[in-house]
C-alpha cells in the first residue's frame, strides 16, 4: 500500500503561482509513475499531468500545457506540480496519484491511477 499527502493549496489571484507538493510513503518502490489530477466543483475528476520514474516522461492535458510544470525528487518520494499563470477555471480540488507500473504512454492515465491521496484545494480569485 502507498500513502500520498498533498500540499500546497491556497487562496491566488488569477495569474498568480502554486506549487504543490505530493509525499509518497509505504511500500514505494522504484519505477512508480505520479500523476496530479483534479476535480473543480460540481465536475468529474481530470487529468492534469503525469510523470515517468526517471522524469524522462512527461504528458500534461492540453488545459495545463505550458503554464504548469510536474516534476520528481525520488530520493525524497516526492513529486511536485508548479502552477504558473493560474486562471479561475483551475480551481479545484487537486489530488496526486500514483501507479506502480512502469511508464505505459501518457494517454493511458487519462483514466487514473492506482492510489490516490486525499487532495488539496486550490481557488483561484478574478
Known amino acids: 500500500q502507498v500513502q500520498l499527502v498533498e500540499s500546497g493549496g491556497g487562496l491566488v489571484q488569477a495569474g498568480g503561482s502554486l506549487r504543490l507538493t505530493c509525499a509518497a510513503s509505504g511500500r514505494t518502490r522504484s519505477g512508480y509513475v505520479m500523476g496530479w489530477f483534479r476535480q473543480a466543483p460540481g465536475k468529474g475528476r481530470e487529468f492534469v499531468a503525469a510523470i515517468s520514474w526517471s522524469g524522462g516522461s512527461i504528458y500534461y492535458a492540453d488545459s495545463v500545457k505550458s503554464r504548469f510544470t510536474i516534476s520528481r525528487d525520488n530520493a525524497k518520494n516526492t513529486v511536485y506540480l508548479q502552477m504558473n499563470s493560474l486562471k479561475p477555471e483551475d480551481t479545484a480540488v487537486y489530488y496526486c496519484?500514483?501507479?506502480?507500473?512502469?511508464?505505459?504512454?501518457?494517454?493511458?492515465?487519462?483514466?487514473?491511477?492506482?492510489?490516490w491521496g486525499k487532495g488539496t484545494l486550490v481557488t483561484v480569485s478574478s
Open positions: 496519484a500514483a501507479d506502480p507500473n512502469s511508464w505505459r504512454g501518457g494517454s493511458y492515465y487519462l483514466a487514473g491511477m492506482d492510489y
